[in-house]
Every structure is written in structure tokens, then in C-alpha cells.
């Protein structure tokens, strides 16, 4: 973890297509390249969104196809306009000569890009994702080389995301590694399980500062009130209508 630099928040779906780009990489490739797309500000750079860009390289030499690249932006521009060029990625574990020369085409694309590694060959026994930012390094007036410097990398996601990442997360206690889609019923039981259980640690909580065990937190408390405050006022019978009319068994 890096203690200098913006934070990379990196979302599942980036994860999961550049994973698919592994696997539908030609063959005799040891490894794929893309665009990175989000956006940033003063604290962090948000990746959503990436697409992988055609390249070949041996050990002496490296070719990227930037025309399609900049195609690919373009086209990617009119659906998501908000979403820029932030960097770059590559699969594997280390960073090459070969990935200086790239970072320096992205330098040219957008303002200090990152670089994202992710080692889909789990050379480290797990799926390491590290993310790096370069700075020039060298004496005034010599030659001079590029240092990559790691930053701290979070996963976030949004709503619509969570059911997928759910949905993965499942398969990981299936012999087959397979599982179907729920019905929205089981779905609503599910959700409300866990806020039954969420529920019943806020309860114990509260009894355990009436009762003088636990010391009250004021910010715990502000939390609570603006919980109850945003809760709806419905009737029992308008929920279950609601809910009835919402819901395919």
C-alpha cells in the first residue's frame, strides 16, 4: 500500500473484462494490454470502464496499435462521455522495459496516467492487482529514467454491480462453479435477512449503552437518528401491495 498519490478505485466490471481479454488472447501472446477509462479528481482516480488494444511484442521490440486505440476512445466517447483516458493496463506481475515504452504513449493521451497490473497467471499463488504511477528520476542535464511508484488500490462498485459480484461469489461453494440466476423473491429474502441481522447488532448495541456497558458514540448516534428519519411512513397493507405488484415469484 502506497502512502503517496491519489487512490485507485477500480470497479468489478474492469476487473472481469480484462480477464476476458486474457482468455481470448491470440495465441503464442503472453500477455494483453488495454485503455483504462474513468475519471479523477484532487483524492482519487475512479476506473470504470476499459477496453483491451491489439499489440505485439518480442524481446527486443514492442508495436501497439494506436490507431485502433484512438478508435476505440472515439467510439467509446459517444456512449460515455464522461469517462477519459486515465492509464493503461497490463497482465502479468512485473513491469518491463517494454511497458516504459507504452506508459510513455499514455503520458501523451492523458495527464500523469496510471498503470494497472493484474496477474491473471496467479504467478503468486492469487490474483495480485497493483496500480503505479511513473516520475522521472536521474541527474539535471544526464540521462534520465522512469520510476514506477505503487498506489493504493480499493474496490468499489455500484448498485448494479453488487448482484453480479454476488452472483460470483456464490459459485465459489458449488463442486460445478456454476450458479443459476435467484427469483426476485429469494432476492427480497435475502436483503431482508441481512437487515434483520444488521438490525439485531444495532439493537444490542443500544441496550449495551442504556445498560452502561458500552461507552455512546455521538457520531453512531447521529448516524442512527438520520436512519430512522429516512425511513418511509407506509402502512403494512400498502408495503405488501407494493410489493406484491413488484415482484416476479
Not at 485502433?68 to 483516458?85: C, D, G, Q, W
Request: charged share 20%; net charge negative.
Amino acid at each position: 500500500m502506497s502512502v503517496y498519490g491519489p487512490v485507485v478505485k477500480i470497479h468489478p466490471v474492469v476487473l472481469a473484462s480484462i480477464c476476458d481479454s486474457y482468455e481470448r488472447r491470440n495465441e503464442g501472446a503472453s500477455r494483453v494490454i488495454g485503455t483504462l477509462l474513468g475519471t479523477t479528481d484532487k483524492h482519487y482516480i475512479e476506473v470504470t470502464n476499459c477496453f483491451s488494444v491489439p499489440h505485439n511484442e518480442s524481446e527486443d521490440e514492442v508495436a501497439v496499435d494506436m490507431e485502433f486505440a484512438k478508435n476505440m476512445y472515439e467510439l467509446h466517447k459517444r456512449v460515455s462521455p464522461t469517462e477519459v483516458i486515465i492509464g493503461w493496463y497490463a497482465t502479468g506481475f512485473d513491469i518491463t522495459e517494454h511497458s516504459v515504452l507504452i506508459h510513455e504513449y499514455y503520458s501523451r493521451e492523458a495527464s500523469n496516467p496510471i498503470h494497472l497490473t493484474m496477474d491473471t497467471a496467479l504467478q503468486s499463488g492469487k490474483m495480485n492487482i497493483r496500480a503505479y504511477v511513473s516520475a522521472q528520476m536521474g541527474v539535471p542535464g544526464k540521462t534520465v529514467g522512469v520510476m514506477f511508484t505503487p498506489l493504493t488500490v480499493k474496490y468499489v462498485y455500484y448498485d448494479t454491480e453488487r448482484i453480479g459480484v454476488d452472483l460470483l461469489q456464490r459459485t465459489r461453494v458449488t463442486p460445478s462453479r456454476t450458479k443459476g440466476l435467484t427469483s426476485d423473491l429469494s432476492q427480497v429474502a435475502g436483503s431482508a435477512a441481512r437487515v434483520q441481522d444488521m438490525l439485531t447488532t444495532v439493537l444490542a448495541y443500544i441496550e449495551d449503552v442504556l445498560s452502561g456497558k458500552a461507552t455512546a458514540d455521538n457520531s453512531v448516534g447521529r448516524f442512527l437518528m438520520d436512519l430512522v428519519n429516512k425511513v418511509p411512513t407506509i402502512s403494512a397493507e400498502d408495503f405488501e401491495n407494493m410489493l406484491n405488484s413488484n415482484i416476479n415469484v
